[in-house]
């Protein structure tokens, strides 16, 4: 994936300091510990996945499909080896003529049609079962609609005055925030990085680097996944990534839980 692909998604792969954080709140604040979430995967150089059974991982398909096949993840510091991959047969990646088109005229109408047809979903099945880790529930339940949700990841960070740069690294910090589902139908649940008299105490947004990253719901005293980062709408944030009122997307787990669950029923 070049990094205009990238910088057109708005996607979260790159990393400043991961997740888009208020202006009038601490960054300290929003970092946490390795320990918050240790089922977080780490693909090869930016973006993650998810570890949702022992031996299988849960990421969105654009986050691994730009790069060469990927033989190792990292869970818990630890380098994993993977054995297999298992893209969505309904993932499609936009055309390079669609995105030169959008890049040029700031018209993203088709692009985003595009990218909401297309299945981001992907599975990395591990040569060996992760014991050290327990693996995160998958949320089955269809009911995400303005429920607050957890966001993490690693990727670029900034806040939502001045958003960040798209040179900015793509890997550093774990950092967590809150928002609230605007919507969730089919295959995406969204929400909206409002302003500080609108948001939640730590509220924030995804960043480049973040692709695959943990959208998770809470469930009685347990957080469940729900989501993954997957792409922002790139009118939405007015040219510059991660300012408030960027509108970001996430692959609704509710819709795919038929097909995660043959593919890992399924003999290879």
Known sequence: MTRLFLLALLVVSFSASAVVIRDDVADS???????????????????????IAPQWIVTAAHAITWQPEIKQVTIGGVPRDVARLVIHPGYRKPPQELLDQALATWDWTLFRVLLSSSDDIALLELAQPVTDIHPVAVNKSDDEFG???????????????T???????????LRRAYNKVTSAHDRWLCYMFDNPSDALPLEGGSG????????????????????????SDPQSAIRIPGRYGQISCNVRLSHYQDWIESVISAQP
């Open 29 to 51: 604040n929003y970092r946490v510990p390795a320990s918050e979430f240790p089922a977080l995967v780490d693909l090869p150089g930016e973006g993650h996945g998810v570890l």
């Open 147 to 161: 429920r607050t949700i957890k966001i993490m990841g690693k990727g670029a960070t900034g806040n939502g005055v």
């Open 163 to 173: 958003g960040y740069e798209f040179s900015s690294s793509h890997r550093t910090e």
């Open 208 to 231: 480049s680097g973040d692709s695959g990253g943990p959208v998770l719901i809470q469930t009685g005293k347990d957080w469940v996944l729900a989501g993954l980062t997957s792409w």
